[in-house]
């Protein structure tokens, strides 16, 4: 079972003085939380023995290391490393995720992908849907809940009117929405434990995968600053201000 | 006079238990007489003779202060009430001044009137030192909130007394500076009111408490004169610091009207762990070696009990990270290099783990789970406020007695309590003792008073470590100073304020009058 997720840059943002982007150096990097919901779901259902090897995937450069070590804390059996740094890290997008998951999917002979909705700092809720569409597999997408039934998964997904029910066939795409699980805290026997287990480093070409962009981010900005509010004395003010404000 | 006059109208109900007092060798003869006089120390004595506020005085509130003079009951209310919802006075009047010109005019018309006031910062205390325990006038700093200067090279901020402690952090957090004290109340409390009870906090251990970090302050006295000693100088020897007498005053020498303080640049990492260890032996152990191996980036030691675990699991629906313990360990580091860090703090994990100091525990060096690891300790007083009354204790101690009082309460009280929970600053050899029951229960206090003060005495320890005297403490404090000590703050106060109408009933023992 693959669980590959994302690293993401905490709230502090501030948009490069270029605006081509946002600031990301001596930035501290720690998992998507949905990815984290993603680990803890595979890791369950190893714990069920439903699943035989749970292993831990993320894209980036040197400091993914340490949340690959987390998710190894959590339970995953081993990690692996796609090296991706520099230039090519700042325009890594969904599609060419998807594009090296599903190398890596078909490498490993993996029978499960399960990742997180999306990613906080993009928001662009992709890279599940096209690795499903790469791989030509199933996806159950927006899960809150996964049930291993024989050789096909249920999945209750959450969508705008609902919760929708589905069963799709192994192998397959699962991504995690917020109610799917609790993630557990990894505790120090677990994180000593794993120090010891493997993180392989793999780079995106060994994979035959072309991280360059097909798009290009033309300009970034921080919202409108928010303009302070006018105190009125009377309600009479309050409607003439709305008047003049072309409100009312 | 006055003595006799007191003790006559106070109704002698049935025997104070103060036979209990011999069996330790304590000095008594101070401790008996503040005693002697009082059924209840922790109780309100009988009103002094101040004046009461007339229509006259309230015209002269309202041209000073028009719109910011509050004598609706509605909202009186809240301000009459203390925290913990244990203690309300009966003022009838609640003035909000902008300016430090305001305070020393409002304290003249009082000094002259003899009208008694309770300067009110947050209200978040938690001895009854807050609130009128009558009709005094209520003196609040809300509206004192600007910020005056902040030099982003030294450190150093001045503010008006009534800015939020956490409006503060964050305005400094931007700057890459934070505040040097941090509690759980820091969204309500005010920084003047920090300074008046000399607040400790999470923090003391790594920057020291407020005496070493206030420069300076701003104090308008009992008569309304202003006392502007608020330099924004590390070093400044010259003459007695009078600063150091109103930090943890109380509000009973003066008003502080505004604070210089030193402030530490923001930590580049901040990692916590949270630890579990099977006896209090093995925490203080774990201790020894957090010192020796995190030293200088250790910034927070703290303790709670499994009863404090499962009093936040009940009501606050809070998971415990780690497999039940019998003591939990809270530790954060905060350093200038993330590497470096997490290197130290992850032999040291490894040291105690493989020693088996501690028996489970969890990291985390992000910020959304370093809030959840610190909530299990910083909301277990509001878990607690959940189980009914609780009886309240803030001691210092040998940090190795610390747990002994723990379970020695435990015993003494046995069914007559719900609860005995014990967590706090064990770094700092304070220890935050609390007793709950379902209502106020007269027979419980006097089974723990004045056993836990008597307990305290006897081990040299303090009983109030941070929280100071207040109302509920006052008559105690011969507990943890000696006589002539408190004959000397007596001078001091009336000196100071000859009328006696700064924050009256607190912090003083009764006697002393």
Same mark, same amino acid.
């Given at each position: 079972c693959f669980a590959p997720f994302l690293c993401l840059r905490p709230p502090q943002i501030r948009v490069k003085p270029d605006r081509t982007g946002v600031v990301t150096d001596g930035v501290k990097h720690s998992m998507n939380p949905f990815c984290e919901i993603a680990v803890e779901e595979a890791v369950k259902l190893k714990e069920k023995k439903l699943v035989k090897e749970v292993v831990a995937v993320s894209c980036g450069p040197q400091q993914v290391q340490e949340t690959i070590r987390t998710a190894l804390a959590m339970g995953a059996d081993r990690g692996i490393h796609v090296e991706v740094s520099g230039k090519d890290y700042e325009t890594l997008g969904p599609l060419q995720v998807s594009k090296i998951f599903a190398a890596l999917a078909k490498k490993e002979q993996a029978d499960l992908i399960i990742l997180g909705k999306?990613?906080?700092? !993009?928001?662009?809720?992709?890279t599940g849907q096209m690795t499903a569409a790469l791989l030509d597999w199933p996806q159950g997408t927006f899960a809150s809940e996964v049930t291993l039934e024989a050789d096909k998964l249920k999945v209750v997904r959450e969508i705008d009117g609902g919760l929708e029910t589905i069963k799709i066939k192994l192998p397959a795409v699962v991504t995690a929405d917020l109610r799917l699980n609790t993630p557990r805290y990894a505790t120090l026997p677990n994180i000593m434990k794993a120090k010891k287990k493997k993180i392989v480093n793999v780079k995106p070409a060994d994979l035959g995968? !072309?991280?360059?962009?097909?798009?290009?981010?033309?300009k970034v900005d921080e919202p409108p600053q928010r303009q302070s509010g006018v105190k009125v004395e009377t309600v009479h003010d309050l409607v003439e201000k709305l008047k003049e404000a072309g409100r009312i | 006079m006055g003595i006799f006059q007191r003790f006559a109208r106070i109704p002698l109900k049935s025997?104070?238990?103060?036979?209990?007092?011999?069996q330790y060798s304590t000095d008594l003869t101070a401790v008996d007489r503040a005693l002697i006089?009082?059924?209840?120390?922790g109780a309100a004595p009988p009103r002094l003779p101040f004046s009461r506020v007339t229509q006259e005085d309230l015209a002269f509130f309202r041209t000073l202060l028009p719109g910011r003079t509050i004598t609706d009951p509605d909202l009186l209310k809240s301000s009459n009430v203390d925290w913990l919802k244990t203690v309300e006075g009966n003022s009838e009047v609640l003035l909000r001044p902008k300016t430090t010109e305001e305070v020393s005019q409002i304290l003249r018309y009082c000094n002259e009137r003899n009208l008694a006031v309770c300067p009110q910062g947050?209200?978040?205390?938690?001895?009854?030192?807050?609130?009128?325990?009558?009709d005094e006038i209520i003196l609040s700093t809300?509206?004192?909130?600007?910020?005056?200067t902040f030099d982003n090279i030294s450190g150093i901020l001045t503010c008006q007394a009534g800015c939020v402690l956490e409006n503060l952090s964050n305005y400094l957090e931007e700057r890459d500076f934070i505040m040097p004290l941090d509690l759980g109340a820091k969204g309500s409390c005010h920084i003047g009111g920090n300074v008046s009870t000399n607040a400790g906090g999470l923090r003391l251990l790594r920057y020291g408490s407020l005496r070493g970090t206030v420069l300076g302050l701003e104090v308008v006295l009992a008569d309304g004169r202003i006392l502007n000693c608020l330099a924004t100088l590390r070093k400044d020897n010259t003459?007695?610091?009078?600063?150091q007498l109103f930090i943890g005053s109380e509000g009973t020498l003066g008003v502080i009207t505004a604070v210089s303080i030193l402030c530490p640049r923001k930590p580049k990492a901040v990692n916590v762990a949270f630890l579990g260890c099977s006896s209090f032996q093995q925490l203080l152990e774990t201790f020894q070696c957090c010192r020796g191996m995190l030293g200088e980036i250790l910034s927070a030691f703290e303790f709670l009990d499994a009863s404090c675990m499962s009093l936040l699991e009940k009501?606050?629906?809070?998971?415990?990270?780690?497999t039940e313990s019998p003591f939990y360990i809270v530790i954060e580091t905060a350093g200038s290099n993330a590497t470096h860090d997490e290197e130290k703090l992850h032999k040291f994990l490894e040291e105690v783990m493989t020693s088996s100091l501690v028996t489970d525990g969890t990291v985390a060096t992000e910020a959304t789970k370093i809030k959840a690891l610190w909530s299990l300790r910083e909301r277990v007083t509001e878990a607690l406020?959940?189980?009914?009354?609780t009886y309240k204790y803030d001691i210092s101690l040998p940090v190795e007695k610390i747990y002994d009082l723990v379970q020695d309460m435990r015993g003494h009280l046995g069914d007559m309590a719900k609860n005995v929970v014990g967590y706090g600053h064990v770094g700092d050899g304070n220890l935050h003792l609390n007793i709950t029951s379902p209502s106020k229960d007269p027979a419980l206090l006097a089974a723990i008073e004045p056993y836990v003060y008597e307990w305290t005495s006897k081990w040299k320890g303090s009983i109030s470590a941070e929280h100071?005297?207040?109302?509920?403490?006052?008559?105690?404090i011969y507990y943890s100073k000696p006589s002539e000590a408190v004959a000397l703050m007596g001078s001091i106060k009336a000196m100071l304020d000859p009328k006696g109408i700064l924050n009256p009933y607190k912090t003083l023992p009764d006697n002393i009058h």
């Open positions: 999306q990613a906080i700092d !993009d928001d662009c809720n992709q995968v !072309d991280v360059s962009s097909r798009l290009e981010v033309l | 025997t104070y238990i103060w036979s209990l007092c011999r006089q009082h059924r209840n120390p947050g209200n978040t205390g938690l001895v009854g030192g807050s609130v009128p325990v009558f809300s509206l004192m909130k600007q910020v005056i003459g007695y610091d009078l600063k009501h606050l629906k809070l998971t415990n990270p780690i406020t959940h189980e009914g009354y100071g005297l207040g109302l509920k403490k006052r008559n105690y």
